[in-house]
């Protein structure tokens, strides 16, 4: 609650984008290549215009230890993207998970001060 008479802004959460959101690994399509056994794919990991401020995403799966990744965290600010390879995965059912949270760039803290002045007057 905001008692200090102090205007705040609610910040909008971060919006990442992932595209392509399905990988299909064995079809051969511009997003993924390779076969029977190894497969590597690309996706673009973006941050909203709309966002504000920078956030830090992480990526994680389900399907296999043996995965790499050219990274699996990394940083953007509204409007950038990046492309994140995807490698040595077996055809298989199972997801791939990213995760994205606001950095908090110059946390501000507001300390409210009651100043109490006391007089005493000579008798």
Not at 47 to 52: I, L, N, R, T
Not at 90 to 95: A, T
Request: charged residues 15%; contains cysteine.
């Amino acid at each position: 609650m905001n008692t200090s008479g102090i205007k705040t802004k609610a910040r909008l959460a971060p919006t990442l984008i992932v595209n392509p959101t399905i990988l299909d690994a064995g079809a051969n399509t511009p997003d993924c290549t390779g076969g029977p056994l190894i497969y590597q794919c690309h996706v673009t990991v973006g941050e909203s215009p709309a966002s504000e401020g920078p956030l830090t995403w992480s990526l994680t799966s389900d399907i296999s230890d043996t995965i790499t990744y050219n990274h699996k965290i990394g940083t953007l600010s509204p409007g950038q993207t990046t492309t994140v390879e995807i490698s040595a995965f077996p055809c298989q059912n199972g997801s791939f998970t990213f995760n994205a949270h606001r950095i908090r760039d110059n946390p501000r803290r507001f300390t409210c001060r009651r100043l109490l002045a006391l007089w005493s007057r000579p008798r």
